[in-house]
């Protein structure tokens, strides 16, 4: 069901790479809501996802850009800004690879120029986003900037391994930018801390099925769903939340604030 909340707004979707990411999932819903929007991913992931499909369905270019290319960002805002006849209203940052969970490196024994890559590519990306898009004045008065990240920016949690360290980099940066960008044009710039969500890079996390299971028992109104990240995303991106900015939003069904359930009392006394 559609309530127009983007009705005549234009965004830019980083990170949509296939049906199960939260990216594209908000792409859908901002597109339901009325909104225009662009996709982009990097070149590879472009190549190898189904990006293409979600362009068909949504009415929606292409533009390719690798967010550690400075040059691939000033491009995108450039052609992005010339498709649409001016500036963007939104945009969703949904990006974040690990080498070294990939490579099956543990924290405690990090490959550091595998780090650098990730940070680059998971953290400092939103930095470099924001910058470029104020850089171009690409994002409209009022207009709101989204970034995903994860409660382990807060609490311990193995296997996530190193981008804990990167998503508490990443709302840092919100934080920072926030203030820079509310203070210039009043661009307003938060992230979502999502419950653990079955996407193609969750799977990657050792243990990772395990621990949603876990979530879903420890939060009383159990695991949010990427559909339901993506309807949270676009009440930020609409005008109804003009106010909020600079902050960290969970939306983990109250898993953030719950110390136990009676769920995993019981199944601990097993």
């Not at 676009?234 to 136990?260: A, E, I, K, W």
């Amino acid at each position: 069901m559609s309530h127009n909340l983007l009705k005549g707004k234009k965004g830019i979707i980083f990170g949509a790479l296939d049906e199960k990411s939260i990216a594209w999932k908000t792409a859908l819903r901002c597109v339901a809501e009325g909104a225009e929007i662009v996709l982009t991913n990097a070149p590879v992931a472009v190549r190898m996802g189904e990006i293409n499909a979600l362009a068909q369905q949504c009415n929606a270019p292409v533009i390719p850009a690798d967010v550690t290319n400075m040059d691939d960002l000033d491009n995108l805002f450039t052609k992005t800004k010339a498709h649409f006849g001016g500036g963007v209203d939104f945009i969703l940052h949904s990006i974040g690879m690990s080498v070294n969970v990939r490579k099956g490196n543990d924290y405690t024994n990090l490959n550091y120029d595998y780090m650098h890559k990730s940070v680059d590519i998971s953290g400092m990306s939103l930095h470099r986003v924001l910058q470029t898009a104020m850089k171009h004045d690409a994002i409209n008065e009022w207009g709101s900037v989204v970034a995903l990240t994860f409660i382990a920016a807060h609490l311990a949690f193995p296997n996530y391994n190193e981008m804990a360290d990167i998503k508490a980099m990443l709302e840092s940066i919100t934080r920072s930018f926030g203030y820079q960008y509310g203070m210039k044009k009043k661009v307003r710039v938060n992230t979502i801390s999502q419950s653990p969500t079955m996407t193609t890079a969750g799977q990657g996390i050792g243990g990772f099925d395990g621990f949603v299971a876990y979530s879903e028992k420890m939060s009383p109104l159990g695991n949010a769903s990427a559909d339901q990240c993506a309807e949270f995303a676009v009440s930020l991106f609409s005008d109804y939340t003009r106010m909020v900015t600079m902050q960290n939003l969970f939306h983990d069904g109250g898993f953030s604030c719950t110390g136990v359930t009676e769920a995993v009392i019981a199944q601990m006394s097993k």
